[in-house]
């Protein structure tokens, strides 16, 4: 997959007719059924499309699989059901599994649909934001949610340590610095949770690309993540560690946050529609993007792409139906007004001027969108291990068993020996 930043424009991609395999799907008619993975509020931001669509077309019903618990539980999920015959007709997948998605043909190319549509080029999908999920020029879907990772903070808790909110995100050795200084107020509170248990690794590289680093060289060929930007990054989650970051499951972290226990939360922006309806009174909820100390500073696109996996004609028009709606101005204004995702439709952001103005915290990730780039995911048949691999050495590191010194050269050999088996 090309890696490219958000909005850095390219050429079209090929038009193509689609192609894939012809499916027995359950249901008859105008029955279609969707899978996607949940948490975060968005089954019910995937409700909310489904009512408004229904709205204008009363003969399509969509009905729901039940949400897959990961992102990489809901690809395997699709290619099984894809073998066996009961693949519902809309997924959604992640935007770092998308090298895989195209290996298992776990979707169809939408290159010959995109074609026949004579007005494309003025329905919001920009090269950019269709570059999320475009990969050897085939379109293997259209972004659905769109999130990039970014800071939110208890104002009120840092201002009780000593801290200035508005100056929080100056540096990652000022962030780290902040978390200790809520840590020393006691009370069981914590200075931060830095997430690393995200799918995919995508906060490591989060902080990683912050720094101009990069998980492996532009060709795939050679690991880059262990050069000097791989060991501060480390040695930067090293110091969540020791500034007093238990090691805890997002869930009870979240927990934590919005019982006004943590100082600093590092996250997916699109969690802030449920922090604003738990957090309430509780404390002044803040949100900012991550420190970019280096000129080539950049952060992962997170979130999923929708998409199709039946060519069957008779299935493809009411299927393609609810992909435009979903993915068009009025499906993506609901999942950012419900999420706090970033807008996957250039024309949504006409719709969600006042959102904006009445959530400021939103803006935090809106305003990543220029350094936004690809959620990277390893070549080979082994970019799941390779993940959980990574994953087993951060933790080691955050919770201060390993140094950052021991780490890395482990780290490069144990993902050098799955690229190569």
């Given at each position: 997959m090309?890696?490219?930043?958000?909005?850095?424009?390219?050429?079209?991609?090929?038009?193509?007719?689609a192609?894939?395999?012809?499916?027995a799907l359950?249901?008859?008619?105008?029955?279609?059924?969707?899978?996607?993975r949940?948490?975060?509020?968005?089954?019910?931001t995937?409700?909310?499309?489904?009512?408004?669509?229904?709205?204008?077309?009363?003969?399509?019903?969509?009905?729901?699989?039940?949400?897959?618990?990961?992102?990489?539980?809901?690809?395997?999920?699709?290619i099984?059901d894809?073998?066996t015959?009961?693949?519902?007709?809309?997924?959604?997948?992640s935007?770092?599994?998308?090298?895989?998605?195209a290996?298992?043909r776990?979707?169809?190319?939408?290159?010959?649909?995109?074609?026949?549509?004579?007005?494309?080029?003025?329905?919001?999908?920009t090269?950019?934001?269709?570059?999320?999920?475009?990969?050897?020029g085939?379109?293997?879907?259209?972004p659905l949610?769109?999130?990039?990772?970014?800071?939110?903070?208890?104002?009120?808790?840092?201002r009780?340590?000593g801290?200035?909110?508005?100056?929080v995100?100056?540096?990652?050795d000022?962030?780290?610095?902040?978390?200790?200084?809520?840590?020393?107020?006691?009370?069981?509170?914590?200075?931060?949770?830095?997430?690393y248990?995200?799918?995919?690794?995508?906060?490591?590289q989060a902080?990683l690309?912050?720094?101009?680093?990069?998980?492996?060289?532009?060709?795939?060929?050679?690991?880059?993540?262990?050069?000097?930007?791989?060991?501060?990054a480390?040695?930067?989650?090293?110091?969540?560690?020791?500034?007093?970051?238990?090691?805890m499951?997002r869930?009870?972290?979240?927990?934590?946050?919005?019982?006004?226990?943590?100082?600093?939360?590092?996250t997916?922006?699109?969690?802030?529609?449920?922090?604003?309806?738990?957090?309430?009174?509780r404390?002044?909820?803040?949100?900012?993007?991550?420190p970019?100390?280096?000129?080539?500073?950049?952060?992962?696109?997170?979130?999923?792409?929708?998409?199709?996996?039946?060519?069957?004609p008779?299935?493809?028009?009411?299927?393609?139906?609810?992909?435009?709606f979903?993915t068009?101005?009025?499906?993506q204004?609901?999942?950012?007004?419900?999420?706090?995702?970033?807008?996957?439709?250039?024309?949504?952001?006409?719709?969600l001027t006042?959102?904006?103005?009445?959530?400021?915290q939103?803006?935090?990730g809106?305003?990543?969108?220029?350094?936004?780039t690809?959620?990277?995911?390893?070549?080979?048949?082994?970019a799941?291990?390779?993940s959980n691999?990574?994953?087993?050495?951060?933790?080691?590191?955050?919770?201060?068993?390993?140094?950052?010194?021991?780490v890395?050269?482990?780290?490069?050999r144990?993902v050098?020996?799955?690229?190569?088996?």
């Amino acid at each position: 997959m090309r890696r490219r930043t958000f909005l850095t424009t390219s050429a079209a991609a090929a038009v193509a007719t689609a192609t894939g395999p012809k499916l027995a799907l359950a249901g008859s008619g105008a029955d279609i059924q969707l899978s996607f993975r949940g948490g975060g509020g968005f089954p019910a931001t995937v409700q909310a499309i489904i009512a408004a669509f229904n709205k204008r077309h009363p003969d399509i019903a969509i009905r729901t699989q039940t949400p897959a618990q990961n992102w990489d539980e809901q690809l395997q999920r699709t290619i099984l059901d894809l073998r066996t015959g009961r693949a519902p007709a809309l997924a959604v997948q992640s935007y770092n599994r998308i090298r895989l998605v195209a290996e298992q043909r776990a979707a169809v190319p939408l290159d010959g649909l995109i074609a026949a549509e004579p007005d494309w080029g003025s329905m919001g999908y920009t090269d950019a934001l269709m570059g999320m999920a475009e990969l050897d020029g085939r379109q293997w879907g259209l972004p659905l949610a769109i999130s990039n990772p970014v800071m939110f903070y208890n104002a009120d808790l840092l201002r009780k340590a000593g801290v200035d909110p508005a100056a929080v995100n100056r540096g990652w050795d000022d962030v780290v610095e902040a978390a200790a200084k809520v840590t020393a107020l006691g009370g069981d509170r914590m200075g931060s949770f830095f997430d690393y248990t995200a799918d995919g690794n995508w906060m490591f590289q989060a902080l990683l690309f912050s720094l101009g680093g990069r998980m492996m060289s532009a060709d795939d060929k050679r690991i880059a993540f262990d050069g000097p930007a791989g060991r501060t990054a480390l040695r930067i989650v090293r110091g969540f560690g020791e500034a007093g970051q238990i090691d805890m499951t997002r869930k009870q972290a979240d927990q934590l946050f919005v019982a006004g226990k943590v100082g600093l939360f590092f996250t997916s922006s699109r969690r802030l529609g449920n922090y604003l309806k738990t957090v309430g009174d509780r404390f002044t909820l803040g949100a900012a993007r991550l420190p970019a100390p280096s000129k080539h500073s950049r952060v992962p696109v997170g979130g999923g792409f929708l998409s199709i996996t039946t060519d069957a004609p008779e299935r493809q028009a009411d299927v393609w139906a609810f992909m435009k709606f979903a993915t068009g101005p009025v499906g993506q204004a609901i999942v950012v007004e419900r999420t706090g995702a970033v807008p996957g439709n250039a024309l949504a952001i006409d719709r969600l001027t006042d959102y904006y103005a009445r959530n400021p915290q939103a803006r935090a990730g809106l305003d990543q969108l220029p350094v936004m780039t690809g959620w990277y995911t390893f070549p080979g048949r082994n970019a799941i291990k390779i993940s959980n691999v990574i994953f087993e050495h951060l933790r080691s590191v955050i919770t201060l068993r390993k140094t950052p010194d021991d780490v890395l050269p482990a780290m490069r050999r144990d993902v050098t020996a799955l690229l190569s088996a």
